[in-house]
């Protein structure tokens, strides 16, 4: 089941801060702030329900300052306007794959071929170091 919440009210939470980029692009790249920092206060969030929070908290631990501030940057494009949507869609991203639950793991049984081919290979094993012991007289 996918997860819920309101997308555009979650951008509406969210501030970004332009900064200088580093990498290529020449005078681009000293003239104009095209790295995007994306901020959003988890805690604070009126979107997220007190258990999508605490799911954040726990999957994104890593990536959560000790403020509760999640941070996400984007600098691939030389435009400000693209990297703010990417990291836009970064943070949707995350957030979606932390609320996501796993699957219930279904056990399993070994078939009765498997079975049956494990108790012969053990069978052709045991017969091999038979076969190297010395004879009884």
Known sequence: MEPSFDESALIA???YKAVR???KGGQNVNKVSTKV????????SNVLTEEQKALVFEKLMARI???GV????EEG????LANKEEAYKKLI???KAALKKPKKRKPTKPSAASK??????????SSIKENRRKPDF
């Open 77 to 80: 494009d030389r435009s400000q």
């Open 116 to 125: 049956e081919e494990r108790i012969e290979g053990k069978k052709k094993r």
């Open 70 to 73: 999640l941070k996400v940057t």
């Open 13 to 15: 939470e969210t501030t």
């Open 37 to 44: 920092e994306l901020s959003f206060v988890v805690a604070d």
């Open 93 to 95: 991203k995350l957030i």
């Open 21 to 23: 980029s580093g990498g």
């Open 65 to 67: 300052n000790v403020d």
